[in-house]
């Protein structure tokens, strides 16, 4: 039985958190809103209670799972050490959607890792996930909180949807502000290398940390074909609705041209067709289920927008999805990266 609790951040009920706190402590599962995404948390110093999280979504074992607490001081027994360069990104970007990977301390289970000698942490600022983890006083390992290989749950809807009846209790508490998962950052090398982009962005960190950031280059390769990430979760096939998805890149009128064309050979075959797109470019495409992310230049609200708009293409018909691809700068990078994912690496140049 899954025990649905409702509330939002400037109504936050006290002793339903608290009730939650004690599933936490005592091994249960409990999924919660955070900034990025709603998060399916267990304690993370329990492998069994990890287990329920890898059963509940059919996760596959080697993708380990990013740790939650509340305050910097609270890493210090979960990590093996903490380089300067750690300290201003905490310092900068933590409470917030920004994950850095550690060298592990002994305390934390080879489930949470899946092996790995590192482990990822983050701090998040949403007040319920907040709330939700102190009141279970240990660190909270949480995943996003979906069926594996959806896309991430943004509204309490998603987490319902995928999770009722597979854990012990949802606190529904509203949208989630970013709508992406934590960019992940390793700073266990030479150099600090993004593993997954995410809300904070390549830009963002190197203003801050004052040094030259990398990327993981498996992020560039548009297939999957002879790379290995360094972060497991990029190699699963992820976000996907049940449509197929197509990415086009491109100058903006070459892409609709390109997406109208392609539209009208599928309509003859007896499909039918969507389309993600901008506000500005909405009234070019015709004859298909037509979905904006939001205005070209507000990045942030469609990369807000993205995960509802996949998981809503589920409810229609649609065979076949047309996205048009966005300028990989700042957190176009992340949605880039989150639209390729989505199609299986089906992007066309135009
Ligand atoms: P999720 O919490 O569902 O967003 O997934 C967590 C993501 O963080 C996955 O893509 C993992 O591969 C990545 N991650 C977590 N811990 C590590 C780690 N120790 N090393 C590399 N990637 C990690
Ligand atoms: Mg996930």
Request: charged share 25%; hydrophobic share 45%; proline share 6%.
């Amino acid at each position: 039985m899954t025990k649905i609790f409702e509330m939002d951040c400037d109504n936050i009920d006290a002793s339903d958190i608290k009730y939650c706190g004690t599933i936490l402590r005592n091994g249960g599962t409990v999924a919660f809103p955070t900034e990025t995404v709603y998060g399916l948390g267990a304690n993370a110093l329990d492998s069994e209670a990890i287990k329920g999280i890898f059963t509940a979504k059919g996760r596959p074992s080697d993708n380990p799972l990013i740790v939650h607490v509340t305050k910097a001081e609270d890493i210090l027994p979960l990590v093996a050490e903490i380089p300067e360069v750690a300290h201003r990104a905490m310092a900068t970007f933590w409470p917030g959607p920004l994950t850095i990977l550690f060298k592990k301390s002994a305390l934390i289970p080879q489930e949470v890792t899946a092996g790995l000698q590192t482990v990822g942490i983050r701090i998040p600022s949403h007040p319920i996930a907040r709330a939700v983890i102190e009141a279970a006083g240990v660190p909270i390992a949480a995943p996003s909180a979906n069926i594996s290989g959806k896309p991430s749950p943004t509204i309490a809807a998603h987490v319902v949807a995928d999770l009722m009846g597979r854990v012990d209790a949802i606190i529904a508490g509203g949208d989630c502000e970013v709508g992406l998962e934590s960019t992940v950052l390793d700073l266990t090398g030479e150099t600090p290398m993004i593993l997954r982009p995410g809300g904070i962005t390549k830009e963002m960190l190197e203003r801050a940390l004052a040094t030259k950031v990398l990327e993981d280059p498996a992020l560039d390769k548009r297939s999957m074909e002879g790379v290995t990430p360094k972060s497991p979760g990029m190699k699963y096939t992820h976000y996907s609705p049940r449509a197929e998805v197509l990415v086009v890149i491109g100058e903006r009128s070459s892409v609709a041209m390109k997406i109208n064309q392609m539209q009208q050979e599928y309509i003859k075959e007896g499909k039918k067709v969507g389309i993600i797109c901008r506000d500005e470019t909405c009234s070019l495409y015709r004859d298909a289920v037509v979905k904006s992310m939001g205005m070209a230049n507000n990045l942030s609200m469609m990369a807000a927008n993205l995960f509802k708009i996949l998981r809503e293409f589920d409810n229609t018909d649609v065979d076949v999805i047309f996205a048009e691809g966005v300028e990989e700068a700042e957190v176009g990078r992340a949605i880039m990266n989150r639209l390729i994912k989505a199609s299986g690496y089906q992007v066309m140049h135009v």
